[in-house]
């Protein structure tokens, strides 16, 4: 059904409505958190067996996402979001396109899958050193550097969202071609695909199994498994992305309203061991007086603040009860001298 999405346009080869580009470009960015959610349940209700996999989720993401779009550039001219609302990229100058160039296949693939994951680690570096710099007076040796990358990034960000609006309202208002800085950067436009170009690049991939060499019979077989795992991926997706869309809407609005003091209170867990029975004031880690107190917020528990978030950084767990932490959830304590 959506690959027929483009018959509805009055003229098949417009561009497509400031409303289609935005609705595409929103796909993609609901499916990683809604996936990101997914995880983390799982991680919170078995640790030891999918603790690993909320840690390395977004280089798995990552992975699944390039074998995607790599199948969908070089099997339709479009991202997986672009296909999936009847669009496809040609190149700048052209009217349709049944294969894109080498180079602006690549081009379009750093720009859908490797620059975002770029972003998506930087947003998490400055959120963890922001909480870091902010809450202590740590002294390292790139601590400068690391404090004005903090200073210096959220003006970085705002300016990026600012280039993205602009192209965005520049492209409303026709007076460009492009509604997205990365699709500029990778030379292309977008139009309501054609459903001729897609098969005639479908009958032009085929080979004279009779007359071919061991050699292409074995590169067209490789090929074709490759094919095979993108197709049964970005299946998998088109399916779901309307439940991960529902999943998405069912988190924000249902959970993220539940106020946090009408959840039950765990059971505290069951350390029986003498090493684990912990004086006052003494830490956890290093089993020695706590300086720069800080708690655990999953947890409760109370450690120094270089060990617990040495500590966190490291495995993503609380130390006692090996529950799944972030560093953003370390809470600074003062004690009151007085």
């Not at 991680?43 to 690993?52: D, K, S």
């Not at 720009?111 to 770029?118: N, R």
């Not at 005639?200 to 085929?206: A, E, I, N």
Request: aromatic fraction near 14%; glycine fraction near 4%.
């Amino acid at each position: 059904m959506a690959d027929a999405a483009h018959l509805t346009s009055a003229v098949s080869i417009d561009k497509p409505s400031i409303f289609e580009v935005i609705a595409q470009e929103s796909l993609m960015t609901t499916i990683r958190p809604a996936l990101k959610h997914a995880v983390r349940v799982l991680a919170v209700n078995r640790p030891e067996r999918f603790g690993w996999l909320a840690r390395v989720y977004d280089e798995i993401y990552t992975v699944l996402d390039f074998v995607v779009q790599s199948h969908y550039l070089r099997k339709t001219c479009a991202s997986f979001a672009e296909n999936f609302y009847g669009l496809q990229r040609v190149p700048c100058g052209e009217k349709s396109c049944s294969k894109l160039p080498g180079k602006m296949y690549w081009k379009s693939l750093i720009c859908l899958v490797i620059l975002p994951y770029i972003k998506e680690k930087l947003d998490k570096k400055y959120e963890d050193m922001r909480h870091l710099y902010s809450s202590s007076g740590n002294k390292g040796g790139f601590s400068k550097l690391f404090q004005a990358f903090v200073a210096l990034y959220p003006y970085v960000h705002a300016s990026w969202e600012a280039v993205i609006l602009g192209y965005q309202a520049a492209y409303m208002f026709g007076k460009s071609d492009w509604h997205s800085p990365f699709l500029h950067l990778s030379g292309c436009r977008l139009y309501h695909s054609l459903t001729e170009d897609f098969w005639s690049s479908r009958q032009s991939s085929q080979i004279n199994w009779k007359d071919a060499s061991l050699l292409t019979r074995m590169q067209y077989v490789l090929k074709y498994l490759f094919n095979m795992t993108a197709i049964a991926v970005s299946t998998g997706l088109s399916v779901g992305v309307f439940f991960l869309q529902f999943l998405d809407w069912w988190y924000t609005n249902d959970t993220g309203a539940t106020s946090l003091t009408a959840l039950p209170i765990p059971e505290p867990p069951k350390r029986d061991t003498a090493e684990m029975k912990n004086k006052y004031g003494i830490c956890p880690i290093c089993n020695r007086t706590r300086t720069n107190d800080t708690a655990l917020s999953v947890s409760g528990y109370v450690f120094c603040y270089p060990c617990i978030y040495d500590y966190v950084e490291k495995y993503s767990s609380c130390p006692i009860t090996l529950y799944p932490a972030r560093t953003d959830h370390l809470i600074r304590l003062y004690k009151d001298d007085a």
